[in-house]
């Protein structure tokens, strides 16, 4: 029964669900529960750093359930997306029901779509990339899937990598930094890609190309079918998704860097490289996202065996409550930079 415990990630859908059907002030019980009632869970519950032994990561490695769990944001990330598409063109609301259901579809794309994207892109089906792929679609992200897979794990916590943040960078301008630089990074990857293939720009290889098109038919086909409004509900929710991925990023390496070796290389990814934590509903609702440390040192595990390792610097709330310190940036100062390793800061 335990394994069912993930299931509590489909928690923020149904209280999206539960905004849009019953609107009013309960257009906000997204944010509230994701920003305000998880951090508070994450104080009370205790933290837990306990690993599995060869044997259970054997049988959890075997039950589909894990699998399952994922698969199924597909239909319920879409369903919302239709569903508030349908409430924000066909009734009559607020403009600040308006906001509050943008602001509650943002943090399911966020959470239940790029995050389980992201879990799915590490996979080596091509059923679940597809998933993970078509999940990136309504944040307009897509280009993540290239820019994470074959940048940002090579490049981690080192000048070079766009989604990790700067020792004293504020999270509002790691969103511009890591946006603009991660888009042009899996542009550049791209090209470097089908080079080595002897493919050309327009080639159905090519599949930044294809992206931008999926993404350009999304809102064209939004606009459409529900109009002014629905465009602006399907861009503007799309962006609350990817600044919540980009706030995720800010905080997952956060003042980290790889110390460089005599010949100049940088050393390998590490457990310290990666900030950590083990509060147990983050954990839960993240699809174990917050044990980061361990998916950077074998990026192949499945989040269902991820490990807590001692050596990882460890953050001192959950990443939903990190989230929110992060938005105000001299007490995120003043929380974190002391429990950055000394020689990395010196390094900047």
């Known amino acids: 029964m335990k394994d069912f415990k993930y299931l509590a990630a489909f928690s923020i859908p149904i209280f999206a669900f539960i905004g849009f059907y019953l609107k009013g002030y309960w257009v906000w019980a997204t944010p509230i529960f994701a920003f305000v009632c998880i951090p508070i869970l994450e104080l009370v519950f205790p933290v837990d750093t306990d690993n599995f032994s060869e044997e259970d990561v054997d049988n959890r490695l075997k039950r589909r359930l894990f699998d399952w769990l994922l698969y199924l944001n597909l239909p319920i990330v879409f369903g919302l997306l239709i569903y508030g598409l349908f409430v924000v063109t066909n009734l009559n609301i607020e403009t600040y029901e308006f906001v509050g259901l943008i602001f509650s579809l943002g943090i399911v794309l966020g959470v239940n779509g790029i995050n389980v994207a992201h879990e799915l892109g590490h996979r080596q089906t091509t059923n679940e990339r597809f998933i993970g792929k078509a999940l990136l679609l309504p944040s307009f992200y897509m280009h993540f899937f290239i820019e994470h897979n074959y940048g940002h794990h090579l490049h981690a916590a080192t000048p070079e990598d766009p989604a990790t943040a700067r020792y004293n960078q504020s999270v509002y301008s790691f969103w511009i930094t890591s946006t603009v630089r991660q888009y042009f990074s899996a542009w550049r990857i791209q090209q470097k890609l089908l080079k080595n293939n002897n493919q050309r720009f327009l080639s159905v290889k090519n599949d930044m190309l294809w992206y931008t098109v999926f993404q350009v038919l999304y809102l064209i086909t939004a606009f459409f079918f529900f109009g002014k409004t629905g465009f602006i509900f399907t861009l503007a929710s799309g962006m609350v998704g990817f600044i919540l991925l980009e706030t995720v990023n800010y905080i997952e390496h956060y003042g980290l860097l790889r110390l460089q070796t005599k010949s100049g290389r940088y050393e390998r990814v590490r457990e310290m490289h990666s900030w950590n934590s083990n509060h147990v509903i983050g954990r839960i609702v993240l699809y174990e996202l917050t044990r ?43 929380i974190m930079n002391k429990r950055v390793p000394r020689e990395m800061i010196i390094r900047h």
């Not at 460890?314 to 001299?330: D, E, F, I, K, N």
Request: one cysteine or more.
């Open 292 to 334: 980061h440390s361990d998916h950077h040192y074998k990026s192949s595990k499945k989040y269902q065996i991820l490990d807590c390792h001692d050596e990882s610097p460890q953050m001192p709330y959950g990443y939903p409550t990190s989230m929110v310190l992060a938005m105000l940036p001299p007490l995120w100062f003043k």
